[in-house]
């Protein structure tokens, strides 16, 4: 073959593997225009959740969790079968769950982080103060408040009201709880609360589902202040919606009018695990005011 002859095989070799990458990327677009998920998920039938096995009151291998609650919820109105892939929610767990596409949404994850693409936020909370009926703490709403001044308060170690608590020199008789635990051998926020009911701390600080939830289980139920009236350091209100990734557009637009149709029932969910559910103005949303969206 002569090397114009060569020149020539090769341009033809080259165009029609062009035509065939233009061709898969044209057929991709039709299919993700009428709606098929196939490309973006692995399979489009199931709905495959990626979740902690052990992380009360988000998600639990039993099913137990609000998350948990939530993917049912969701698998429902798709039409879909349930499927969970359990990792501990530590390092690495986007990039062994989501990253490796061995699953297709983490139920709850804080708008902003880039870690992942985020849907539109189905609620809005935030650190909340912990403290018994009768203490005197009950109204408490802001770390500047004289009533703690000397209290041993629990607080998680680098979460964001640590910050507040160091600005109010609360921190000298603080007890810290570790951050990142085995959470199949320990829970911080279990023992912080069982420091709190034995009388070895005075209030505690947690994230707000946290916060909710144990102090709802606690017998007598314990009394929960969203501190959304800080003037100093980071804020403490964050919105939560789900995460997918990033390539996934198709799939982020359904969730979206999921969590839009469905934002009543989301809250109910939500509310009956004692999540404290606040509006964009701070305000309290309650059975009766549930319906708004965060």
């Known amino acids: 073959?002569?090397?114009?002859?060569?020149?020539?095989?090769?341009?033809?070799?080259?165009?029609?593997?062009?035509?065939?990458?233009?061709?898969?990327?044209?057929?991709?677009?039709?299919?993700?225009?009428?709606?098929?998920?196939?490309?973006?998920?692995?399979?489009?039938?199931?709905?495959?959740?990626?979740?902690?096995?052990?992380?009360?009151?988000?998600?639990?291998?039993?099913?137990?969790?609000?998350?948990?609650?939530?993917?049912?919820?969701?698998?429902?109105?798709?039409?879909?079968?349930?499927?969970?892939?359990?990792?501990?929610?530590?390092?690495?767990?986007?990039?062994?769950?989501?990253?490796?596409?061995?699953?297709?949404?983490?139920?709850?994850?804080?708008?902003?982080?880039?870690?992942?693409?985020?849907?539109?936020?189905?609620?809005?909370?935030?650190?909340?103060?912990?403290?018994?009926?009768?203490?005197?703490?009950?109204?408490?709403?802001?770390?500047?408040?004289?009533?703690?001044?000397?209290?041993h308060i629990g607080i998680v170690a680098g979460t964001p009201p640590a910050t507040n608590m160091a600005v109010n020199g609360l921190m000298a008789n603080a007890k810290p709880y570790q951050l990142m635990v085995d959470t199949r051998l320990d829970s911080s926020a279990e023992a912080m609360i069982a420091d709190l009911m034995s009388g070895q701390i005075d209030a505690g600080i947690l994230w707000g589902p946290m916060a909710g939830f144990y102090a709802k289980k606690a017998n007598p139920p314990l009394h929960v202040t969203p501190l959304v009236k800080e003037k100093t350091g980071p804020r403490l209100a964050f919105r939560i919606g789900m995460g997918v990734r990033g390539a996934d557009q198709n799939w982020k637009r359904q969730l979206n009018r999921l969590i839009q149709e469905n934002q009543p029932g989301i809250n109910k969910i939500l509310l009956d695990f004692g999540v404290p559910l606040l509006d964009?103005?701070?305000r309290p949303l309650g059975a009766a005011t549930a319906t708004k969206a965060p």
């Open 1 to 151: 073959m002569t090397y114009a002859g060569q020149k020539r095989w090769l341009a033809i070799v080259v165009l029609a593997v062009l035509a065939i990458l233009v061709g898969r990327d044209c057929a991709r677009a039709q299919i993700n225009e009428t709606g098929d998920l196939s490309i973006e998920l692995v399979d489009p039938n199931v709905l495959r959740v990626c979740a902690d096995p052990h992380n009360l009151p988000f998600s639990n291998e039993k099913g137990e969790g609000f998350e948990n609650r939530l993917a049912e919820l969701f698998a429902e109105k798709l039409n879909k079968k349930l499927d969970y892939m359990y990792f501990p929610q530590a390092t690495g767990f986007v990039r062994m769950t989501l990253g490796a596409h061995r699953c297709d949404v983490i139920m709850g994850f804080p708008q902003g982080d880039d870690l992942v693409q985020g849907t539109n936020p189905y609620y809005r909370t935030a650190y909340a103060l912990v403290a018994k009926p009768g203490s005197g703490l009950e109204d408490v709403a802001t770390l500047e408040d004289e009533r703690l001044k000397g209290k």
């Open 280 to 282: 964009e103005n701070d």
